[in-house]
């Protein structure tokens, strides 16, 4: 596993998609509020995260290889503090076009007594204009021209950074220059990543994206939807994320189940951000389908028992991986 994770270091990845600001007030409660019967939480600290695309780079780059973000973010206040904190994380900010037409994603989330009690999300989810769409794709084709790009990550929350124009457009350039192409997606865009290389949906994700009820303890109704979709994308992969199930991941090759590892969970915010880093990384790196699935299956898990969104640990993972396998 060590030379496999070495192999990382010299990878790039590109990733595309809905950044955002992961802002925690952490507290205790002691009281309900007499104007209301709501808790009052005294607050502790304060804190700023990168989340959303940022948090997939995080993790690219906890794991040693050199992440590459594309997406917007508005001239606000808080599209400061962004570019702060990457510029604090060592990421660059080369790939990210500042709008005055739409407000920088912040995700507020209230924590206390290491629970979270409120999210509150200020935001836009309109698409991006057609004119807005091709500054972010010359903005991606810049930055693969410039250099080596081993994969790209498409990040989608339905937050309006990617549109269809902009999919269709960076997997066609990317089959062309023969670079793997992995989506975590959402709702919006969901039956249009034609032709990627894995598509990583979670079970919510699946059954609303096809719009069928897929039952897992129903025999063969995890792999037939599977199926559907894997002929609808014409995709290489389909790896449907299950939670406490572990995950299920299907190709050419056959289809398996990956157990999930018992894990005390803290919080599972921010996990599928780690599964689909690790993969992409382990599949850039030249790994099989399953044996990608089972890594970041357990990747997944381990950023699970923190609470808050974190990115993984590599020494963890290396660690957690050389008792496993």
Not at 234 to 249: A, D, P, Q, W
Request: hydrophobic fraction near 45%; aromatic fraction near 4%; charged fraction near 25%.
């Amino acid at each position: 596993m060590k030379d496999l994770f070495n192999r990382f270091d010299g990878l790039n990845i590109l990733i595309i998609g809905d950044v955002m600001m992961d802002s925690y007030l952490w507290g205790s409660v002691e009281r309900i509020s007499p104007e209301a019967p709501v808790p009052v939480i005294s607050v502790k600290k304060k804190e700023n995260r990168l989340g959303g695309a940022a948090n997939v780079a995080l993790n690219v780059q906890s794991l040693g290889a050199t992440p590459l973000i594309c997406s917007v973010i508005g001239t606000d206040s808080e599209g400061d503090s962004f570019l702060q904190l990457m510029e604090a994380q060592g990421l660059s900010s080369e790939g990210l076009i500042r709008l005055d037409s739409r407000p920088t994603t912040v995700k507020t989330r209230v924590i206390g007594h290491n629970q979270q009690m409120l999210r509150i999300d200020a935001e836009t989810d309109d698409a991006l204009m057609v004119p807005e769409t091709q500054t972010l794709l010359s903005k991606v084709l810049e930055i693969m021209n410039k250099q080596k790009i081993d994969a790209i990550i498409f990040e989608d929350y339905d937050k309006g950074a990617i549109t269809e124009e902009l999919i269709s457009s960076v997997v066609s350039e990317a089959k062309r220059r023969n670079i793997i192409t992995v989506v975590d997606p959402k709702k919006r865009n969901f039956l249009s990543y034609k032709g990627v290389t894995l598509f990583k949906p979670n079970l919510k994700e699946l059954r609303e994206g096809l719009k069928v009820d897929v039952n897992t303890a129903k025999a063969g109704d995890l792999e037939k939807a599977a199926v559907n979709l894997r002929e609808q994308l014409n995709s290489r992969m389909i790896m449907v994320t299950l939670s406490e199930l572990g995950v299920f991941i299907m190709s050419e090759n056959g289809q398996r189940i990956i157990p999930a590892h018992i894990r005390k969970i803290a919080d599972v915010s921010g996990a599928g951000d780690t599964v689909i880093a690790t993969a992409s990384l382990c599949l850039a790196a030249g790994l099989d389908e399953f044996k990608t699935a089972a890594i970041a299956n357990l990747a997944g898990g381990l950023v699970c028992e923190h609470v808050g969104v974190v990115s993984i640990s590599k020494e963890r993972l290396l660690k957690e991986l050389d008792k496993a396998f």
